[in-house]
């Protein structure tokens, strides 16, 4: 059985000390939620200070973006050995936000993963379709692409280490959700396809999150579901109470 992660993108929020704060007060909350795996992304300038506050507790620390090269002329980056560096040890890899915002695509995500997988640290994988893709009945095949070309070149072994993250963009900041049954579709068919292109083994052992207005009122049907392992939590990872909520109906869903 795949344990649950719940995972928090604080995207753009927090200063130094609030994200501090926040993570000294989530390890000492946390201790009784053993059946499931915590995770928060803060931003850049304090991934060393809350990699330090969570240490010697079980909650993984990830960055929310990487660079392919290990260095060079790229303003405003940070590479996968620097990330090491700061202590996290997770890397959220293409995100809706990056790919709409920053012209990110799917070639540059396999690369990002590649970077990720080199320098040991676990990458999650993002993939979802648009409004405009689902209305057009586009969103397997929208899923097969981005799963197919962001994992180019991964190995079995290495897929049963890394997490995808289904995230419908059309559901990510903006109060609406992908039902329970849509929900599972996706993930059922992602989960066919690792199956088909990684083996049996490598599948089962790969987890799946759904990510997209994931609140403590709407955790319990998603994270029902057979097939999601998990949530990739935005907007409701910036409470201390909403996310240990998500993580408690996860445990219980186990």
Not at 18 to 46: K, M, N, Q, Y
Not at 58 to 81: D, K, L, Y
Not at 147 to 162: H, I, P
Not at 238 to 244: G, N, Q, R, S, T
Request: net charge negative.
């Amino acid at each position: 059985m795949r344990t649950p992660l719940i995972a928090g993108n604080w995207k753009m929020h927090k200063t130094l000390r609030e994200s501090v704060a926040f993570a000294t007060a989530l390890a000492a909350r946390a201790g009784a939620l053993t059946s499931v795996d915590l995770l928060i992304a803060p931003t850049a300038p304090a991934l060393a200070a809350v990699a330090a506050a969570v240490e010697g507790h079980r909650i993984g620390v990830a960055a929310q973006n990487v660079h392919w090269e290990r260095e060079g002329a790229f303003t405003g980056e940070m590479s996968a050995p620097m990330i090491c560096d700061t202590g996290a040890t997770w890397v959220i890899v293409g995100h809706s936000e990056r790919r709409q915002l920053f012209g990110e695509t799917d070639e540059t995500v396999a690369r990002k993963v590649r970077a990720a997988l080199t320098a040991r640290l676990t990458p999650i994988v993002c993939i979802g379709e648009t409004l405009s893709e689902r209305d057009a009945n586009e969103t397997l095949a929208v899923l097969d692409r981005q799963v197919q070309r962001a994992l180019d070149g991964v190995t079995g072994s290495e897929l049963a280490g890394l997490v995808i993250a289904y995230e419908p963009v059309w559901a990510i900041g903006t109060g609406r959700t992908a039902s329970p049954a849509q929900a599972q579709e996706a993930h059922a068919h992602i989960r066919q396809r690792l199956t088909q292109w990684f083996g049996v083994e490598a599948s089962a052992a790969c987890r799946i999150l759904y990510g997209g207005s994931v609140k403590p009122d709407n955790a319990r049907t998603l994270l029902g579901q057979p097939d999601i392992d998990g949530a990739l939590v935005g907007g409701a990872s910036l409470d201390l109470d909403a996310f240990l909520a998500i993580a408690g109906t996860a445990t219980r869903t186990a």
